[in-house]
């Protein structure tokens, strides 16, 4: 494996288990870490082998290097002219092979380059130029993972660094899905992305003979499918839009199970207008989500079931109105189930599983369909819904808290509304006994913190102002290249999609970002260090980020710093002083702060730090201060409700 590899300061921060502030503060305080041997000022690359031996030196290191020098060669063979995505098909041909006949590899690792390019372009195909390099990389790999777990972490690597963010649907979702459908000998899965619910399947299903899956990303439909061999998997999975060009038409199976895309404009209304698969209805422009349950049961046998992960808002959109209809009357719709928020992160709305069996002829047509909302008990809602489903599937009562069979007869009204929630008791008292106990003693911890988080400000003391000072503002550290000014893309658009946004309220509250948008490789993604501030002048507001991997929301800017230069902290508090600025000088509610006119001292690295503490220790004062009054607001519903339903009452 070759020596001159190199790593970005995420790559370093992996190998010794930290965040990437971490490796920004060894840069600034350890003068023998390694210099940047390339990259940019923003992003540099380091060597690979004077990093493994600084980690190792310090004692920080915990991640296997082999991995980062396998990876790194393939990022070199693809920079000789062969795109990384076929050096991976390369390195998962060469596995396979390797999986097949280990013994034929052990004859060739002290042949010639020119010899092993060779017998690899005889057994796999397509070649990369350094393919003796990376076969000699992979194998010893090998020797530490075994061949799944090796092209794995090489598919998931490049997914980080290469690809379209891919957001995987959590496990327990997953194995919920496979269970209400299954079991099963053949699966279908038209949007399979990396394959979870087709390898899940695999491990699930003990007489699964079948696993079809169709991608409309190719390159994630090629890794999925080697993948899939290299478990084992009697997989075929082919890349292609299913509901544009059909992979496998014709072609029926046990059950269907997806997370399909949600909110697709483009699904392909014009052109499927008369598609024989509407056989429910045409779905509206806007409806893709039911274009995707009817392309399911038409892949399914009678009998079969179809399992999808669905939005809230397809319940009881007035356009999908009369699909929702059909599909009652005609008894396929068996089942809807709710998931409590947060079952599928990065989804701003609790989404919901629909269950729907295709009938088959001789059947009597259903007259009900089973209503279970989960959000009552997060931690259990897997068993919730298995055993509501359990007992429909038998005939027994489904009537309890969290579930109820609801006649066909009453959902067809006006709004054929097939929200679990709304057949449902209304819950008036806490949602479990000991809530506001539970809630009152986490207002008391968190109240108890608070004086140790104003004794922290006590290094502050009263000086004399210095005006000696000379100044700069952040458009002329850009200008000089010591920071980015990055705004969001104009294609932005919240409410769609899975990719995580973070918006104006997610900065002003501190939370985890709650929007969500569709793909698109122009959005913003933040990093670890960044600085986003708010440009609305009425919300004076600037975050340092801790950890990355969101989009960029309107209404924000981001400001990204060379952390050998330039404190984050630093940055942050002398954005917010000049945000607060803005906010006392705006006359109007649609007043924009001017990030690059915000106004800030040249000094030493070491006195920003020193600064950027200080601004830190404010800002962890006004967290405790926001997460103290959501605590108390919390006592204070779970109070009010215990009284009311007399579940609390004065203990004398």
């Known amino acids: 494996m070759s020596n001159d590899a190199t790593v970005t300061a995420a790559d370093i921060a992996r190998l010794a288990a930290v965040g990437r502030a971490a490796v920004s503060n060894w840069r600034r305080r350890h003068d023998d870490f390694p210099q940047p041997v390339g990259g940019t000022a923003v992003s540099p690359t380091f060597s690979l082998a004077e990093v493994e031996n600084w980690l190792r030196g310090q004692g920080k290191l915990t991640d296997s290097p082999v991995r980062e020098r396998v990876w790194q060669s393939l990022r070199a063979a693809a920079s000789e002219g062969m795109d990384l995505a076929d050096v991976l098909t390369f390195a998962g041909a060469f596995l396979?092979?390797?999986?097949?006949?280990?013994?034929?590899?052990?004859?060739?690792?002290?042949?010639?380059?020119?010899?092993?390019?060779?017998?690899?372009?005889?057994?796999?195909?397509?070649?990369?130029?350094?393919?003796?390099?990376?076969?000699?990389?992979?194998?010893?790999?090998?020797?530490?993972?075994?061949?799944?777990?090796?092209?794995?972490?090489?598919?998931?690597?490049?997914?980080?660094?290469?690809?379209?963010?891919?957001?995987?649907?959590?496990?327990?979702?997953?194995?919920?899905?496979?269970?209400?459908?299954?079991?099963?000998?053949?699966?279908?899965?038209?949007?399979?992305?990396?394959?979870?619910?087709?390898?899940?399947?695999?491990?699930?299903?003990?007489?699964?003979?079948?696993?079809?899956?169709?991608?409309?990303?190719?390159?994630?439909?090629?890794?999925?499918?080697?993948?899939?061999?290299?478990?084992?998997?009697?997989?075929?999975?082919?890349?292609?839009?299913?509901?544009?060009?059909?992979?496998?038409?014709?072609?029926?199976?046990?059950?269907?199970?997806?997370?399909?895309?949600?909110?697709?404009?483009?699904?392909?209304?014009?052109?499927?207008?008369?598609?024989?698969?509407?056989?429910?209805?045409?779905?509206?422009?806007?409806?893709?989500?039911?274009?995707?349950?009817?392309?399911?049961?038409?892949?399914?046998?009678?009998?079969?079931?179809?399992?999808?992960?669905?939005?809230?808002?397809?319940?009881?959109?007035?356009?999908?109105?009369?699909?929702?209809?059909?599909?009652?009357?005609?008894g396929a719709l068996r089942a809807v189930i709710g998931l409590p928020p947060g079952a599928v992160p990065n989804m701003a709305v609790a989404l919901a599983i629909w269950v729907l069996r295709r009938p088959a002829s001789g059947d009597t047509p259903a007259d009900d369909v089973l209503m279970v909302d989960t959000s009552a008990d997060p931690e259990n809602f897997q068993k919730t819904a298995l055993d509501a489903w359990g007992r429909y599937a038998k005939g027994k009562p489904a009537k309890t808290d969290s579930s109820v069979v609801v006649r066909i007869i009453d959902l067809l009204d006006d709004e054929v509304d097939l929200t679990p929630a709304r057949y449902l008791p209304q819950r008036t008292t806490p949602t479990a006994e000991g809530s506001f106990i539970a809630a009152r003693e986490a207002l008391e911890k968190r109240a108890a913190a608070l004086p140790q988080t104003v004794a922290d400000l006590s290094f502050l003391a009263q000086a004399r102002a210095r005006a000696d000072v000379p100044m700069t503002t952040i458009g002329e550290l850009a200008k000089a290249g010591v920071l980015q000014i990055l705004r969001p893309s104009a294609k932005v658009r919240t409410g769609e999609g899975n990719v995580p946004v973070l918006t104006l309220e997610d900065i002003a509250l501190g939370q985890e970002p709650t929007g969500t948008a569709a793909h698109d490789?122009?959005?913003?993604?933040?990093?670890?260090?960044?600085?986003?501030?708010?440009?609305?002048?009425?919300?004076?507001?600037?975050?340092?980020?801790?950890?990355?991997?969101?989009?960029?929301?309107?209404?924000?800017?981001?400001?990204?710093?060379?952390?050998?230069?330039?404190?984050?902290?630093?940055?942050?508090?002398?954005?917010?002083?000049?945000?607060?600025?803005?906010?006392?000088?705006?006359?109007?509610?649609?007043?924009?702060?001017?990030?690059?006119?915000?106004?800030?001292?040249?000094?030493?690295?070491?006195?920003?730090?020193?600064?950027?503490?200080?601004?830190?220790?404010?800002?962890?004062?006004?967290?405790?201060?926001?997460?103290?009054?959501?605590?108390?607001?919390?006592?204070?519903?779970?109070?009010?409700?215990?009284?009311?339903?007399?579940?609390?009452?004065?203990?004398?």
């Open 96 to 330: 396979l092979s390797l999986r097949d006949d280990p013994g034929h590899w052990r004859e060739l690792p002290d042949a010639s380059d020119e010899e092993i390019a060779r017998t690899l372009r005889a057994r796999t195909g397509p070649v990369p130029p350094s393919c003796a390099v990376i076969a000699r990389a992979l194998a010893q790999l090998v020797d530490e993972l075994g061949v799944s777990e090796t092209f794995e972490f090489l598919r998931t690597r490049y997914l980080e660094h290469h690809s379209r963010r891919v957001y995987l649907t959590p496990e327990p979702v997953v194995r919920l899905m496979l269970e209400l459908g299954g079991p099963a000998r053949t699966v279908l899965d038209p949007a399979c992305g990396t394959g979870t619910f087709l390898k899940t399947a695999h491990e699930l299903f003990k007489d699964v003979d079948r696993l079809l899956g169709q991608e409309i990303d190719d390159t994630t439909a090629r890794m999925s499918a080697i993948q899939l061999a290299l478990r084992g998997a009697p997989a075929e999975v082919c890349p292609g839009d299913s509901l544009l060009a059909d992979a496998f038409p014709g072609r029926t199976v046990d059950l269907v199970v997806s997370n399909p895309p949600f909110n697709d404009r483009g699904w392909g209304y014009e052109q499927l207008t008369g598609d024989p698969r509407w056989e429910y209805g045409l779905p509206p422009r806007m409806e893709s989500e039911l274009a995707w349950l009817q392309h399911g049961l038409a892949h399914v046998h009678p009998g079969g079931h179809v399992v999808l992960l669905m939005p809230p808002a397809v319940a009881n959109r007035r356009s999908g109105r009369r699909v929702r209809s059909e599909l009652l009357r005609r």
């Open 521 to 652: 490789p122009h959005h913003v993604q933040t990093a670890a260090g960044d600085v986003v501030v708010s440009l609305a002048a009425r919300h004076p507001v600037a975050r340092v980020m801790r950890e990355g991997g969101a989009v960029l929301g309107p209404g924000l800017a981001l400001v990204r710093a060379e952390p050998s230069r330039l404190d984050p902290d630093f940055v942050a508090g002398w954005l917010l002083l000049g945000a607060q600025g803005a906010s006392l000088r705006s006359s109007t509610s649609s007043a924009r702060f001017d990030v690059r006119r915000a106004r800030l001292p040249r000094l030493t690295l070491d006195e920003q730090t020193e600064l950027g503490r200080a601004f830190r220790k404010l800002t962890d004062l006004e967290a405790a201060l926001r997460e103290t009054y959501r605590r108390g607001a919390d006592v204070l519903r779970l109070g009010l409700e215990g009284l009311g339903a007399g579940t609390l009452r004065p203990s004398g």
